[in-house]
């Protein structure tokens, strides 16, 4: 069976410093792989996808990139963070198209100070 | 604008009777319609996903429909639990072979024993 796992769980960092969240995939090759920020009380905004390696798309302009170095794993990276950065950060894999469904990891909670 | 529309506001219900949660949607033409379960600080958990096709889909306590005149989804859960008790939130793959996924803001439900 396919399992997800991300890391780090929690995370309190200053701004201006840089940010490393990993995640990887177990059980299945070639995944569709997403990163997407909650915040507080809000619903889930697409960041970035991948359909596979080196291949990055943005949804959003800020201050993230997404780097996809192996098949299975998917690192979402900032050089200096903003206090805006802070939320409820998630990655999921796919398994594509046509159906779209999306199975997550548990989350990183970011707080930005 | 596209926009996907849950009720913002939560339900609250008996434990034993039917909740009926209510995604309407517009501007998009989804082949594909997802519904999730999130537990407060944990990621969502995909449920189940109905077709354009498909008028009804059941999964044990679950029932989901789609209407693409209406364009609407309604979700129900029949003789719900306080285990029920979560925040369901639906999406959709704006565009046939696409890889983003969008997502509605969710519904919190509460069922009371």
């Known amino acids: 069976s396919q399992t997800i796992h991300q890391w780090p769980a929690t995370l309190v960092q200053p701004v201006g410093s840089p940010l490393s969240l990993e995640c990887t995939v177990e059980?299945?090759?070639?995944?569709?792989l997403y990163w997407y920020r909650q915040a507080a009380g809000r619903g889930l905004q697409l960041l970035f996808y991948s359909v596979g390696i080196g291949q990055i798309s943005s949804e959003v302009p800020q201050n993230l990139s997404a780097s996809r170095p192996q098949d299975r794993q998917f690192i979402l990276s900032s050089k200096k963070l903003l206090l805006s950065d802070s939320g409820f950060y998630l990655c999921a894999w796919s398994p594509g198209p046509p159906t779209g469904e999306l199975f997550f990891g548990e989350g990183s909670r970011l707080t930005v100070l | 604008s596209q926009k996907i529309e849950q009720n913002s506001e939560a339900l609250n219900i008996q434990e034993g009777k039917t909740a009926t949660l209510t995604c309407n949607y517009t501007n998009y033409s989804p082949a594909y319609l997802q519904w999730y379960r999130q537990d407060p600080g944990r990621g969502p958990v995909f449920l189940l996903l109905i077709r354009e096709n498909e008028k009804e889909k059941r999964k044990e306590r679950l029932k989901v429909t789609f209407d693409t005149t209406l364009k609407q989804s309604l979700f129900h859960i029949t003789a719900s639990q306080p285990a029920d008790s979560a925040t369901y939130l639906c999406a959709l793959v704006p565009d046939t072979g696409g890889f983003k996924t969008i997502f509605g803001a969710g519904t919190r439900l509460f069922v009371k024993a």
């Open positions: 059980g299945t090759s070639n995944p569709n």
